[in-house]
Nanobody, 129 residues
Framework: QLQLVQSGGGLVQPGGSLRLSCAAS????????IGWFRQAPGKERLGVSY????????KYAYSVMGRFTITRDTGKNTVFLQMNSLKPEDTAVYYC??????????????????????WGQGTQVTVSS
């Protein structure tokens, strides 16, 4: 069974940086695409970023474009989310999740949570002065 273990997060001042990690383990862990999502209190879970299993396909939500960078160390089955120029509105619990994608990916939006089959435990990111 695929397992995702997250690390990183914490409290940072506006304008600061944090790096989140998501380590995958289990059968065929290298064939999964990874997405990052976040959920603020009382709000729905939103997609932040996505990276394909080879690392070539990448997507960002408009709200984090130019500030967040997703990378993948395929040798270690770990995906990183580098978050720079953090804003108070980035405060949320962040989750990584794994998917092999839908059987027909025409029109598929990888920043929607529907096709993700395994989720990390979540990590709190708080941006506050």
């Amino acid at each position: 069974q695929l397992q995702l273990v997250q690390s990183g997060g914490g409290l940072v001042q506006p304008g600061g940086s944090l790096r989140l990690s998501c380590a995958a383990s289990g059968p065929s862990s290298s064939v999964y695409d990874i997405g990052w999502f976040r959920q603020a209190p009382g709000k729905e879970r939103l997609g932040v970023s996505y990276i394909g299993k080879s690392g070539r396909m990448i997507k960002y939500a408009y709200s984090v474009m130019g500030r967040f960078t997703i990378t993948r160390d395929t040798g270690k089955n770990t995906v990183f989310l580098q978050m720079n120029s953090l804003k108070p509105e980035d405060t949320a619990v962040y989750y990584c999740a794994a998917t092999t994608g839908p059987s027909d990916d025409t029109g598929w939006d990888p920043l929607l949570p529907d096709e993700y089959v395994s989720w990390g435990q979540g990590t709190q990111v708080t941006v506050s002065s």
